[in-house]
């Protein structure tokens, strides 16, 4: 089972920032973040993964708490096409390679 | 490059019929995975494969086979299909463990 815990849905309003939560209480010191998102059936897209530093790409912003038990996602300027579901990840298969998914959040982006 | 490709983008299964869903990679990627989403759920993982030769069962491996005969190329076998396979499947590769994932367009199969 996923470990980690996403609101079910978020709103925002376009070009504002989105700030997606997660929570992951049980993470070990060796697991990463992971984000994904699925625009409308599509297949996942990669966004972003950190271990215990912020990250930032081109995409998203992670931000990991200290204690590393919650995290957030930031896409700074929200557009209508960022309109998804966001999966925020934490725990691969044992053997350390495939994705466990849980349901996500579904952030809607409104003008 | 492609990226990951998958064949067919739908298909409709009578009971009992067996089917191939093809998937392949451009991007010499090592690792390979099939995933099943069912309406509203996240996917969950059939099978993967680390390398040609070698293959795994995921959450849900029951009902499918799989083989990795090149780097390439990862086909999921569907034997007597079922209502409950009734699902979108997907097909992702990684270069290394724990890498970024790149997933293909998905197969939207039904079974009736």
Known sequence: ?111 | NAGVTQTPKFRILKIGQSMTLQCTQDMNHNYMYWYRQDPGMGLKLIYYSVGAGITDKGEVPNGYNVSRSTTEDFPLRLELAAPSQTSVYFCASSYLQGDEQYFGPGTRLTVT
């Not at chain 1, 980690?4 to 973040?33: F, K, W």
Request: proline residues 5%.
């Open chain 1, 1 to 111: 089972d996923a470990k980690t815990t996403q609101p079910p849905s978020m709103d925002c309003a376009e070009g504002r920032a989105a700030n997606l939560p997660c929570n992951h209480s049980t993470i070990s010191g060796n697991e990463y973040v992971y984000w994904y998102r699925q625009i409308h059936s599509q297949g996942p897209q990669y966004i972003i993964h950190g271990l215990k530093n912020n990250e930032t790409n081109e995409m998203a912003s992670l931000i990991i708490t200290e204690d590393r038990k919650s995290s957030t996602l930031i896409l700074p300027h929200a557009t209508l096409r960022d309109t998804a579901v966001y999966y925020c990840i934490v725990n691969l298969n044992q053997a350390g390679t495939a994705l466990i998914f849980g349901k996500g959040t579904t952030l809607s982006v409104s003008s």
